[in-house]
């Protein structure tokens, strides 16, 4: 049960995470291992939400709760969610600066074809 020991450390520490041995029981009867992915992207994205951050993770279920609710199910997580992009500020610059440039002429073009072909 790979996938549930991932559920299980993937989910965030708080007063009601327990009774592992009933998750892991809950985990089998509900196929959990089929949708084991899902599942645990829906916890990583419901870890940075208010709802499990307010008050230092008051609101946090319990896992077995989570379970038997199958909270997973249809909800809908951002597609940018786990996707961190960052964008090197002197290489957002040259970009910005790019658009903003003029095209080089076609005549001064072919002068320098010209000169690197000599």
């Known amino acids: ?3 549930f020991e991932r559920f299980w ?3 965030p520490k708080s007063i009601r995470k327990g009774g592992k041995a009933t998750c892991l029981v809950k985990w089998k009867k ?3 291992e089929t949708c084991a992915d899902q599942i645990i992207k829906h916890i990583e994205w419901m870890k940075t939400t208010d709802a499990w951050r307010k008050d230092d993770g008051a609101f946090i ?3 077995l709760v989570y379970l038997n609710q199958q909270r997973w199910d249809g909800a809908e997580i951002p597609e940018s ?3 961190k992009v960052q964008i090197d500020p002197a290489l957002a610059k040259i970009d910005a600066d790019n658009k903003k440039a003029v095209p080089m002429p076609e005549h001064i073009r072919q002068a320098m074809a010209q000169l ?3």
């Open 1 to 3: 049960m790979e996938n």
């Open 9 to 11: 450390s993937t989910w």
């Open 30 to 32: 509900f196929y959990c």
């Open 61 to 63: 279920p319990a896992p």
């Open 81 to 83: 969610f786990g996707i």
């Open 116 to 118: 690197r072909n000599k």
